[in-house]
């Protein structure tokens, strides 16, 4: 049984339309990386992103962070189930590109990639709070895919995640790496100031 819809807000919020910019402290201290909004391109009868629930037979672009050696992995032979993870067995991806942008976590972000995807939703639960009496087992009472809402204290970064049983429900659209742009850099002020002094 679910807890009510209040314990987990719905957003309709969406990313603006700016470039998503990270600073990639492990190669360069005066470069930034850049993840380009990559949902104005979407295929026809897919739906674009968003932060409600995903309806049931439904198609989604999504979105899969991972290593740039991964994602041509992953192109060529498609994508496996992951052991394990909050919502047991299964591919997880994000509607958010800014989420998957973020993985893997410990990997430098100009090694990262994010596979860009159109998925099958199937049938789908929203998995709303920690320990759901069907958080690992959603597959077996006939779910295709299991959400977890945003906001709703289950992801820390408070974004939206999703989990596909079946990799055959998703297929790969590109591949979006992120772009080096220089950061500005600070003006250093000048030592030769022939001002008055102050009294």
């Known amino acids: 049984m679910d807890r009510p819809n209040s314990l987990c807000p719905r957003s309709n ?20 990386q850049e993840w380009a909004e990559d949902d104005f391109d979407v295929p026809v009868g ?55 942008s973020r993985y893997p976590i410990s990997h430098p972000e100009s090694g990262r990639a994010v596979l860009k995807v159109s998925v099958d939703v199937g049938k789908v639960i929203a998995i709303r709070y920690q320990d759901h009496p069907r958080q690992r087992t959603w597959h077996d009472h006939g779910y295709d895919t299991a959400w977890v809402p945003p906001n709703c204290g289950m992801v820390k970064s408070g ?9 055959d429900r998703i ?15 600070p003006v250093q002020p000048s030592s030769s100031w022939s001002g008055s002094s102050y009294r």
């Open 13 to 32: 919020q969406t990313l603006d339309s700016k470039p998503l910019s990270y600073i990639d402290t492990e190669t360069n201290m005066n470069q930034q």
């Open 171 to 185: 297929k790969i659209i590109s591949i979006i790496n992120p772009t080096p742009v220089e950061r500005p850099r």
């Open 46 to 100: 897919v739906t674009k992103l968003g932060h409600d629930e995903p309806v049931s037979g439904r198609k989604y672009i999504m979105y899969h962070g991972t290593t740039r050696q991964n994602a041509q992995a992953i192109q060529k032979s498609g994508f496996r189930q992951s052991a394990g993870g909050m919502l047991g067995r299964g591919v997880y991806l994000s509607r958010d590109l800014q989420k998957a």
């Open 159 to 167: 974004l939206e995640e999703d989990c596909v049983w079946d990799p």
